[in-house]
């Protein structure tokens, strides 16, 4: 898995009452297919074996992860040990440790001609997105879309950690041409939906908001995140009643979810607010 596999982002949204609001996760419903009919497995190769048991040794124990992979590296295990090696300090958020890691396997990837040079460079963009550095999380990015090797759900999510990073340099109408191209490449991925949503709440955008977290909602009709910021464009939108429906059913979908706990929030301020 790429790009957004360890990071919790991003965009932040103002609530109706104007105190932060807990981050926007992925919504809990799986994660649409890719749109390609994937082409039939190909025999591994040992290094390519080692890799994947070196990578799902870092998920399971990151500790034991780093063990590995630098006991690979040094045996020769070239940019496949400096990928696994960023991939168990990334599982452990030491993001400056793991940006070197991504950047240097996405450099020796290329220069062996591996596809996978596109997914290590969009994984060291994802790093430096979640170290706060979102000039240079968007030049790996884009090194990661000059491979020309990402295609359906890869590339839209390339794009929408694009849209991420420059809705937190408050680069709102680079965001937005980011987010029509996950639209246009994965229509079916409700987080583009819902993250839309939240930016043209937030650029006063209150129609394109509505049609947007609508379809979010239709693609997944029972998770808290899409219900909660349906809920903040409605109060926005002056819909009281509909606000209040919404956050309702945020609690009701997963009660112990950060979406739900600040819808919780909403609701009691929402009561306060109109008591007399």
Known sequence: MISSLFLPLLIQSATP?????DPVLRPSAAKPEASATPA??????????????????????PGKGLLE????????????????????????????????????????????????AAIFWSQAGNAALASGDYPVALQYFGSALEQDALTGLLKGEVHLDMARAFVALDQYDQAKAQFALVHDIVPEDPLGWLLSATLARRMGDLAAAKSDIAVAAKLVATDP???????????????????????????????????????TRYLAQLVTSVEP
């Open 40 to 61: 039939p497995p190909q025999p591994k190769s040992p290094m390519d074996l080692r890799f994947i048991q070196c990578v799902d040794q870092a998920a399971e124990d």
């Open 69 to 116: 992979a630098n006991k690979w590296q040094i045996e020769g295990g070239g940019y496949l040990a400096r990928n696994c090696l960023g991939f168990a300090y990334a599982e452990l958020q030491n993001w400056a440790k793991a940006i070197p890691e991504f950047v240097l396997a996405a450099k020796g990837a290329e220069d062996a001609d591996d596809d996978r």
């Open 225 to 263: 995140a899409i219900a909660l910021e349906a809920g903040n464009i409605a109060y926005e939108a002056g819909d009281m009643a509909s606000a209040k429906s919404n956050w309702e059913q945020a609690v009701k979908f997963e009660p112990d979810s950060p979406s739900a706990k600040a819808a």
């Open 17 to 21: 009452f104007g105190s932060p609001v």
